[in-house]
């Protein structure tokens, strides 16, 4: 289980289906998350939350953003683009969490500088398991940037 200090990690989920958006939620309770999770619905919401654009201004800055791969009107890949190019968002560490395993889509996710590439699992456990290592790995290996 976590530790209360996870708690100061914000996570940015933008993720179109709100099944899996659910299911995010609770393998994260869970892994003993328990900070809000901020979700968007597509890559538009996301980085208008991110821009602080219109009715996000006081929106906080992700820690770390997991990004669909399949969203409506832009896919995952052209929102992390756009991350990645803009000077004030480059810096946060995007995990694109997906079901595709096709190794084109690995290819390209790291070649537009991904920080990694984790496969949604069917099983539910699973599921659980891999989030608290992610969480655990940006808490206590990785060094977050300051927001």
Request: aromatic letters at 8%; proline letters at 5%.
């Amino acid at each position: 289980m976590l530790q209360a200090a996870d708690s100061d990690i914000r996570i940015l989920l933008v993720d179109d289906n709100p099944g899996d958006i659910r299911l995010a939620e609770e393998a994260f309770r869970e892994a003993g998350y328990e900070h809000p999770l901020f979700t968007a619905k597509d890559g538009f919401e996301a980085l208008s939350f991110l821009r602080r654009d219109q009715g996000y201004e006081t929106a906080p800055r992700p820690d770390i953003i997991l990004l669909d791969l399949n969203l409506p009107r832009k896919s995952g890949l052209e929102i992390l683009q756009e991350i990645k190019e803009d000077q004030d968002l480059r810096i946060i560490p995007v995990v694109m969490l997906t079901t595709s395993s096709y190794e084109g889509d690995v290819r390209e996710a790291y070649r537009l500088n991904a920080s990694s590439y984790m496969l949604k699992p069917s099983d539910f456990d699973t599921y659980v398991q891999n989030l608290e290592t992610l969480l655990l790995f940006w808490r206590d290996v990785a060094k977050l940037c300051p927001n």
